[in-house]
């Protein structure tokens, strides 16, 4: 073999990582905060789906009350999630009032069957032996049925708890060819739950725009950058399996329709130091298991504690990479300075992605975009990054385009958008990232609203945020 071929240096990081010499790039990130498992937020709901939901309000009343009887026999010990569960059913049932058919229950009963095993987590068979017996008494006296059913109803059960192929081929009975989508939806959270989550963090000293790049990331409003500064909570977001038009939150109560109220007004008895909110990522970053935590922002001269929140965050390397958010209108100041020192030691052999943030402030008439990142890029060196990666971006541009994309605009953000779009047209971003992440690429778009994306270099950061999840160099995103 040569010695420095190809395949000798493959061998060689292969032995390097069996030794642990690298163990943030094989370790896992923690997903328990208090006493819930952060993976059993990263599964969708599934109950818009079922036909339940244009039934008479009668059928959805006696849906509910079996559903109920049926999680409270199984005796689980996971009542905060299962409550909230029970919570979201009922709410997303009655929350449609247009009939559009009718049934008898007993064309619910599988549908019933898969439902109970989602609001148990998809771990039925996991409970103690009288409950889950408890359950099949109920469910058989409610929907009793030949020796055919019984089997069928076990087989439903015992393929979603294996999960993978054998749902697959649970689709493929003519007995469930009507539960199909739902059966489908259940393989998507059960494989997207199976997958490592990518830990990232984001820092940035007061007013870089962290909470803004974390809604553009996610194409929502979720994270709530004033109450994380007055209160110093760990504010930590988990990516979902699919789009339910859902989000919840972890805040004391668990809350899985959570609306403006809940997630721009802090819970007063959750005394932990975490909220949780899980939501769908529309992007780059859709199908990447994540979980990523926003600290509050360091300002040395402000309240010392959210300094010592964020510092014990990052020297706990709970992550994978760290997303350090620059601000482009007040650069190499003394908070930014001396974060950047600390951020250095303390971060380790752990990947440091530096976001430039607020580009929209630079004025390309009057200020060469290239020449402040090249400014920017040698402070950088000056701290000891050595070959520190800098994305350009304005995450406000971004967060608009994808909200555009989605939700829709009122009109004061249509105004803003447009004025984006001309000025990024100018700017030309593409041809910095064209120039420094050469295998990056991003599609044009002739809807100049989505190719703002593109332009305010939000598209580009997530493709690179992609690249280093899902593997790094061969990705053209390598930054270690």
Request: proline share 2%.
């Given at each position: 073999?040569?010695?420095?071929?190809k395949?000798?240096?493959?061998?060689q990081?292969?032995?390097?990582?069996?030794?642990?010499?690298?163990?943030?790039?094989?370790?896992?990130?923690?997903?328990?905060?208090?006493?819930?498992?952060?993976?059993?937020?990263?599964?969708?709901?599934?109950?818009?789906?079922?036909?339940?939901?244009?039934?008479?309000?009668?059928?959805?009343?006696?849906?509910?009350?079996?559903?109920?009887?049926?999680?409270?026999?199984?005796?689980?010990?996971?009542r905060?999630?299962?409550?909230?569960?029970?919570?979201?059913?009922?709410?997303?049932?009655?929350?449609?009032?247009?009939?559009?058919?009718?049934?008898?229950?007993?064309?619910y009963?599988?549908?019933m069957?898969?439902?109970?095993?989602?609001?148990?987590?998809?771990?039925?068979m996991?409970?103690?032996?009288?409950?889950?017996?408890?359950?099949?008494?109920?469910?058989?006296?409610?929907?009793?049925?030949?020796?055919?059913?019984?089997?069928?109803?076990?087989?439903?059960?015992r393929?979603v708890?294996?999960?993978?192929?054998?749902?697959?081929?649970?689709?493929?009975?003519?007995?469930?060819?009507?539960?199909?989508?739902?059966?489908?939806l259940?393989?998507?959270?059960?494989?997207?739950?199976?997958?490592k989550?990518?830990?990232?963090?984001?820092?940035?000293?007061?007013?870089?725009?962290?909470s803004t790049?974390?809604n553009?990331?996610?194409?929502?409003?979720?994270?709530?950058?004033?109450?994380?500064?007055?209160?110093?909570?760990?504010?930590?977001?988990?990516?979902?399996?699919?789009?339910?038009?859902?989000?919840?939150e972890?805040?004391?109560?668990?809350?899985?329709?959570?609306?403006?109220?809940?997630?721009?007004?802090?819970?007063?008895?959750?005394?932990?130091?975490?909220?949780?909110?899980?939501?769908?990522?529309?992007?780059?970053?859709?199908?990447?298991?994540m979980?990523?935590?926003?600290?509050?922002?360091?300002?040395?001269?402000?309240?010392?504690?959210?300094?010592?929140?964020t510092?014990?965050?990052?020297?706990?390397?709970?992550?994978h990479?760290?997303?350090?958010?620059?601000?482009?209108?007040?650069?190499?100041?003394?908070?930014?300075?001396?974060?950047?020192?600390?951020?250095?030691?303390?971060?380790?052999?752990h990947?440091?992605?530096?976001?430039?943030?607020?580009?929209?402030?630079?004025?390309?008439?009057?200020?060469?975009?290239?020449?402040?990142?090249?400014r920017q890029?040698?402070?950088l060196?000056?701290?000891?990054?050595?070959?520190?990666?800098?994305?350009?971006?304005?995450?406000k541009?971004?967060?608009?385009?994808?909200?555009?994309a989605?939700?829709?605009?009122?009109?004061?953000?249509?105004?803003?958008?447009?004025?984006?779009?001309?000025?990024?047209?100018?700017?030309?971003?593409?041809?910095?990232?064209?120039?420094?992440?050469?295998?990056?690429?991003?599609r044009?778009?002739?809807?100049?609203?989505?190719?703002?994306?593109?332009?305010?270099?939000?598209?580009?950061t997530?493709?690179?945020?992609?690249?280093?999840?899902?593997?790094?160099?061969?990705?053209?995103?390598?930054?270690?």
């Amino acid at each position: 073999m040569k010695k420095y071929g190809k395949r000798y240096r493959k061998l060689q990081k292969e032995k390097e990582l069996s030794k642990g010499k690298n163990p943030e790039i094989r370790k896992s990130v923690s997903e328990e905060v208090n006493d819930m498992n952060t993976a059993l937020l990263s599964m969708s709901q599934i109950a818009g789906y079922n036909p339940i939901v244009h039934d008479a309000p009668d059928r959805k009343k006696e849906y509910l009350t079996r559903l109920n009887s049926y999680v409270r026999a199984v005796g689980r010990n996971r009542r905060k999630y299962e409550k909230a569960q029970l919570c979201a059913y009922e709410k997303i049932l009655f929350g449609t009032e247009e009939i559009r058919e009718t049934h008898h229950i007993d064309f619910y009963r599988y549908y019933m069957l898969l439902d109970v095993l989602h609001v148990t987590g998809y771990q039925l068979m996991d409970s103690r032996e009288a409950g889950l017996s408890a359950f099949w008494d109920k469910y058989y006296l409610d929907f009793p049925g030949e020796e055919e059913h019984k089997l069928l109803a076990g087989r439903v059960v015992r393929s979603v708890q294996e999960g993978g192929g054998q749902l697959r081929l649970l689709k493929r009975k003519r007995e469930l060819s009507q539960e199909r989508e739902y059966i489908e939806l259940i393989r998507k959270n059960i494989s997207f739950q199976k997958e490592k989550p990518f830990g990232m963090m984001v820092t940035a000293t007061m007013s870089a725009g962290k909470s803004t790049f974390i809604n553009a990331l996610a194409g929502k409003y979720i994270c709530r950058a004033r109450n994380l500064a007055c209160t110093g909570k760990i504010h930590c977001i988990v990516n979902k399996a699919f789009e339910d038009n859902l989000t919840y939150e972890y805040d004391h109560d668990l809350v899985m329709t959570a609306g403006h109220e809940e997630l721009m007004n802090e819970n007063g008895k959750n005394r932990s130091g975490k909220i949780v909110v899980s939501t769908y990522f529309h992007g780059e970053l859709e199908k990447q298991r994540m979980i990523l935590n926003d600290s509050p922002g360091v300002n040395f001269s402000g309240n010392k504690k959210h300094k010592e929140i964020t510092d014990k965050l990052i020297k706990g390397k709970d992550y994978h990479l760290l997303i350090y958010i620059l601000n482009a209108t007040q650069m190499s100041t003394d908070d930014e300075e001396r974060h950047l020192e600390f951020v250095r030691q303390a971060a380790g052999r752990h990947p440091v992605l530096f976001v430039l943030n607020k580009v929209d402030a630079v004025n390309p008439e009057e200020e060469n975009l290239e020449t402040i990142i090249a400014r920017q890029k040698e402070y950088l060196k000056e701290k000891g990054f050595e070959n520190p990666a800098i994305c350009p971006v304005s995450a406000k541009a971004g967060y608009l385009s994808k909200k555009f994309a989605s939700d829709g605009l009122s009109r004061t953000e249509e105004k803003e958008l447009y004025s984006y779009v001309d000025k990024f047209e100018r700017m030309g971003l593409a041809g910095y990232y064209a120039k420094n992440f050469r295998n990056i690429k991003v599609r044009d778009t002739v809807i100049e609203e989505r190719q703002l994306w593109k332009t305010s270099g939000m598209a580009y950061t997530e493709k690179i945020i992609k690249g280093i999840a899902t593997g790094g160099k061969r990705n053209g995103s390598d930054i270690y």
